[in-house]
Every structure is written in C-alpha cells, then in structure tokens.
C-alpha cells in the first residue's frame, strides 16, 4: 500500500490537464489498478516478483520528478507520463504473479505496442489533442532506446531519451538472477 500510496503522490503532482486526465483512466480502472500493485515487471532479470512493477514504475517516477528539478528544460510532466506509462503493457503482456508467463497477446504483439494502443483508446475518450498523445505514445514506443532492443522507435524527444535512460537505471539496480531483490545478475 505504501508504494501504491507513492505513485498516486507522484501522479498527482502532474499538472497539464490532458495528461493528468489520461493518467487518472488508468488509475481508476479497478482491474489495471489491481494488477498493477501484483504484477511483475518482468519474467526474469528485473524486478521479477509479484508488486515488482509497480515497485519499478513508482521509482522510475520518483527519478523523473528529481531530473525535471535538476533539469527545468525538460517537460515535467511528460517525463513522468513516460515514467508512469511505459511499462504499463506488462499489466497484460505476463500472466501470474510468480513464475510469470507471457500470455498470447503479449508474445504476439508486445507491451510496447499493447500500451501505445491503450494510450490511444484513453486518449480519445479524456480528449487529449493528438499531437501531445504522439508525445506519450513515443515516450512508450522508444523507451528501449534502440531498434536492436526491440524499440520500434529510437528515442526522438528529450523526455523519451530520459525516459529510456531512467527506465535503464532502475531496471539495471532490480537485476536478479532468481527473481529476488538484490541478486545482481553475472
């Protein structure tokens, strides 16, 4: 609770209307809620475990905040959207919450591309303008960095480049090799 507690603060702490908005319909949808707070990040190598993604995306956000006050060029609230937004696919890309397994959707189309689509369909109904949700969708769709890393898009936008790099960060910190915190991986 604590941690679900954290990303409601940090996703508060957005101000731009439309983003907010499309930040709150994933919030308040119960079943991504509830999966979110049991959900890993991933099958192996990084935060592993059940609550492992919400545990990344609340530290991911909590990076954001801190690189948007080190740095005020960057768009604080996009960045966040891309903390808060780019793994949110795993919610139905891994089924289980140890011993995660892909489901059918996620081996066949990919968080990267099942999150864009979601982003899509919330947008249009909190009615964000479309050239900002080109921003997020690519916040989410470059967050690999590189074409070789399964991105379909490299980074385009400084908010993406940070994105992939604050994602990089924490996801490097939560390696493990059997899917517990704090075994680094060889």
């Known amino acids: 609770e604590q941690a679900w507690s954290e990303l409601l603060a940090l996703a508060d702490a957005v101000t731009d209307q439309h983003i907010k908005a499309l930040i709150a319909s ?7 809620a509830a999966r979110l707070r049991r959900s890993p990040a991933a099958k192996s190598v990084h ?22 006050d080190q740095y005020p060029q960057v768009d604080r609230d996009l960045l966040v959207a891309g903390a808060f937004l780019h793994d949110l696919g795993k919610v139905r890309e891994l089924s289980g919450d140890r011993n995660a397994e892909y489901t059918d959707e996620g081996r066949l189309v990919g968080h990267l591309v099942m999150a864009a689509q979601w982003i899509h369909d919330k947008a249009r109904r909190v009615g964000m303008p479309r050239d900002l949700e080109h921003h997020v969708v690519h916040l989410v769709l470059a967050h690999h960095g590189k074409l070789e890393y399964g991105s379909p898009k490299v980074p385009m936008t400084l908010e993406a480049l940070l994105t992939h790099h604050l994602d990089e960060i924490d996801s490097r910190q939560g390696c493990t090799t059997d899917g517990r915190r704090g075994v680094r991986r060889a």
């Open 47 to 68: 935060h592993a475990y059940a609550g492992g993604l919400l545990e990344h995306t609340v530290a991911v956000m909590k990076l954001a905040h801190r690189l948007a």
């Open 26 to 32: 994933f919030l308040g949808d119960e079943d991504f």
